[in-house]
C-alpha cells in the first residue's frame, strides 16, 4: 500500500517536471545552463591539460617541448579531419 | 539586433531600432549609421583591431566612413533628420557603402544560410583574439553582395571582459543559423516557412516536438535541442516553485583570463563542428533540378538559337543590372554575368537557388540568387511590416533588363495570373529592356500543365501576346524557334 503511494507520487512529480508552463516562458534559459555547464567541464580540462604539461616539464625542458608539439600535433589532426570532412561532403 | 532594409515609404527614414547603440538612418540612396557617443568606444575599437583590417580586405565587412564635422552638420541642418534624431550632439556619423540590393534569411537558400553562419563564427573566433566579441550573432547581420556574403552591423563588435567565458549570442546563432539549417535538412522544411515570421528564429523546444525518440539523442540534436530542452524544462519548473531563476543571467567572471580564453575557443570549435553536421545536402534533388539536362521540348539546335539571341540581346542592351526570372540552375544567368551584368536570379525553387549560388560562387560572378516566387513575392516583415522591405519595393525600377525565359507559361496556367498583369509588373521591375520567351498553349509542356484545361487559354496565340506586349513595350526583334511553338521577344519599354 505505502510502495503505490510513493509509486504514485513519484509519477505525478514526473509529470509536473514535465509539464509545461505557457505564460512567461524563459526559452533560451536551456541554452545558457548547457553552454555553463559544458564551461564549467571545460574549465576542469583546462587545469587538467596545464597538469600534464606541467608534470611533463618535470621531466626536462624538451620533454615540456614535446608536449606542446604533441598538442600541437593533435590540434592540426583535428583540422585535418574536419577539412577533410568539408571536402569529402 | 538591427534589421537592414532597402527604403520603403519616405526617406529619410530609421531602419532600426532595437540597438540602443545606435540607430541607422536611410537618406535617398545612403546608408547612415548614428552612434551615440557612450557606444563610440567600442566601434573604435574594432576599427583599430586586425579583425577589421584582414576582413576589410577579404571584402566581408561593408566600408565604412566617419562624416567629417561639416558634413554631420549638414545632416542634422535638415528638419526632417532633426524631427527623427534631435540636434545630433550625443552621436556621431558613419556612413556605408550600399549593399545594391537587400536581401533576407527567408529569401537564402540554406547554402547561403550556411555560409552566412561561417563568416559570423570567423569574425567571433578572430574578435576573441583580440578581446573583442559579436553582441549578437543574427543572419540579419549579414547582406549578400552577389554571391559574396558581407558582414554589415557594424555595431555588433564590442569588447569583451577577459574573465568572461561565455559568449551571450551563443544561444541566437543557435535559434537563427543552426536550428534552422538543422529542421530544414532532417525535415525538409523551407527557410522561409521557418524565418518568414520568426523574427529569433527557432527555439530548441519547438524542434524537439519535431523529432521523433531516437533522432532526440543522436548527435546532431542531442546536444543543440534535446539537452537544453530537459534543462530549460526544469529551469522552469524552477521558477514555477518560487526558486531563484534568474541567477543564471548573473556575469560569472573567472580568475584565469587564459582559462576564459579556452573555454571560449572550445564552445567556438563546437559551434563549427555542430554547424558542420548541419550543412546542407552537396546532391539534393527536387523537382527542377534535373530540368536543364532533361532538355524538355529543346533540341540541341534549339537551345543554340535560345542561347544566341539571349546573347545578342546582352550584347546589344549591355546592361548593368538585370533580373532573371525563374532562373533554374542559373544557366542564363551565368550567360549575363559573364558580359559584365549585376545579376539578381529568382526561382521558386530553393534546390536550384542552392545550385545557382554554388556555380556563381565557383566561377567568382555577380549573381545574387534568391527564392522568391514572382506571383507571391516575399511580403514587407517586421515592426509595421517596415522594417524589413517586400520584394517588389526592392525590384521596382531597378533593373536594366528583365529575362523571363520559359517562365510565363507557369505564372499563365498554374498560377492563373492574367497575362496583361504579368506584363504590367514585368514594365515596372525593369527601366528598359525585357527579353521573354512565349509558349503557345499547343507546345507539349504548356499542354502538360494545363491539365485538360486548355479551354481556359484557347485565345492566347503569338498574336494575341503580342498585342498584350504592345501596351508597354515595342518589339525590338522576335524570333520563332523553328518546328517549335516558342517564340522569343527582345522588348523595349516604350
Known sequence: MRWRAILLICLMLLIATQA???????????????????????????????????????????????????????????????????KSK | MVNESAATGESPRLASFRDPAGRLLAVEDRIFRVVRRDALADLQAFLASKTYKKFQARGA????????????RDLFAKPEITRLLGDGEDCVVVEHERVAFASFPYEWSPQMLYNAAELTLDFMASLVTEGLGLKDATPYNVLFRGAQPVFVDLLSFERRAADDSLWAACAQFERLFLLPLLVNKHFGVALDQLLMTRRDGL??????????????????FLTKVSIPTWLGRRHQAKGAKGEDDAGIYQRQALANPDKARFILESLLGRLRRAL???????????????????????????FQAKETFVEQAMREMQPARLLDVGCNTGHFSRLAARGGAS???????????????????????????????????????????????????????????????AVIHHMLVTERVPLAEILELAA???????????????????????????????????????????????????????NTSRWLYLLRKK
Open chain 1, 20 to 86: 509545461e508552463v505557457q505564460a512567461y516562458t524563459d526559452p533560451g534559459s536551456g541554452t545558457l545552463i548547457w553552454q555553463m555547464l559544458v564551461a564549467a567541464s571545460v574549465g576542469l580540462l583546462f587545469y587538467l591539460r596545464r597538469i600534464i604539461l606541467w608534470a611533463r616539464g618535470l621531466f626536462g625542458k624538451a620533454a615540456a617541448h614535446d608536449a606542446t608539439a604533441i598538442e600541437d600535433d593533435i590540434k592540426d589532426g583535428i583540422k585535418k579531419s574536419m577539412e577533410a570532412g568539408i
Open chain 2, 203 to 220: 527555439e530548441p523546444e519547438e524542434v524537439y516536438k519535431l523529432c521523433g525518440f531516437w533522432q532526440r539523442l543522436s548527435p546532431a
Open chain 2, 343 to 405: 545579376v539578381v536570379a529568382i526561382d521558386y525553387d530553393p534546390v536550384v537557388v542552392g545550385e545557382t549560388w554554388k556555380q556563381a560562387r565557383q566561377e567568382k560572378l555577380d549573381i545574387l540568387p534568391l527564392a522568391v516566387n514572382l506571383t507571391r513575392p516575399t511580403p514587407a516583415t517586421g515592426w509595421r511590416n517596415q522594417e524589413c522591405a517586400a520584394f517588389l519595393e526592392r525590384a521596382r525600377g531597378r533593373f536594366d533588363a528583365v529575362l523571363m525565359l
Open chain 2, 276 to 302: 558542420e553536421r548541419a550543412r546542407p545536402r552537396r546532391a539534393a534533388r527536387s523537382t527542377w533540378s534535373d530540368y536543364l539536362d532533361a532538355n524538355n521540348n529543346y533540341t540541341q539546335a534549339h
Open chain 2, 428 to 482: 515596372e521591375l525593369t527601366r528598359d529592356a525585357l527579353i521573354v520567351e512565349f509558349i503557345a498553349p499547343d507546345d507539349s509542356m504548356f499542354r502538360r500543365l494545363t491539365r485538360g484545361r486548355e479551354r481556359l487559354h484557347q485565345d492566347l496565340t503569338a498574336e494575341s501576346f503580342e498585342a498584350v506586349c504592345r501596351r508597354h513595350f515595342t518589339i525590338a526583334r522576335v524570333q520563332h524557334l523553328e
Open chain 2, 61 to 72: 565587412l561593408v566600408q565604412t566612413t566617419f562624416l567629417d564635422e561639416a558634413a554631420s
